[in-house]
């Protein structure tokens, strides 16, 4: 299993989990969830509901990822499966990121 913490313009918004069975799961932070002030973090997850099950990696989280020829380049460079895509998502979105949402890694 592989977990990941979800920030909003530096503010924990939740936990982004790969179960070892392949599937994942977005959870919102209670506070993040019951704060009213804060927004979702996508329109495809909305905070109408807590947890969120998908049996690939959520459409928000994976167009996080570069595409084509960026891809390749950085799953060489990091010794990653090009189609580790919570791999690559780990590995590449903690800092500087196109929008308001940054992956770190829980170890």
Do not use: W
Not at 35 to 48: E, H, Q, V, Y
Not at 64 to 91: C, P, W, Y
Request: charged content about 20%.
């Amino acid at each position: 299993m592989r977990c990941a913490e979800v920030y909003r313009n530096g503010n924990l918004a939740g936990t982004l989990i790969e179960t070892d069975q392949g599937r994942f799961e977005f959870t919102y932070d209670n506070n993040y969830y019951n704060d009213s002030s804060m927004p979702a973090i996508s329109l495809t997850l909305p905070k109408s509901q807590q947890t969120y099950t998908s049996e690939y990696l959520f459409p928000f989280f994976y167009n996080m990822l570069s595409e084509g020829t960026n891809r390749l380049v950085q799953s060489k460079h990091l010794r990653i499966d090009e189609q580790d895509f919570f791999g690559l998502l780990l590995a590449t979105a903690k800092y500087d990121t196109t929008g308001a949402i940054t992956i770190k890694q829980i170890d």
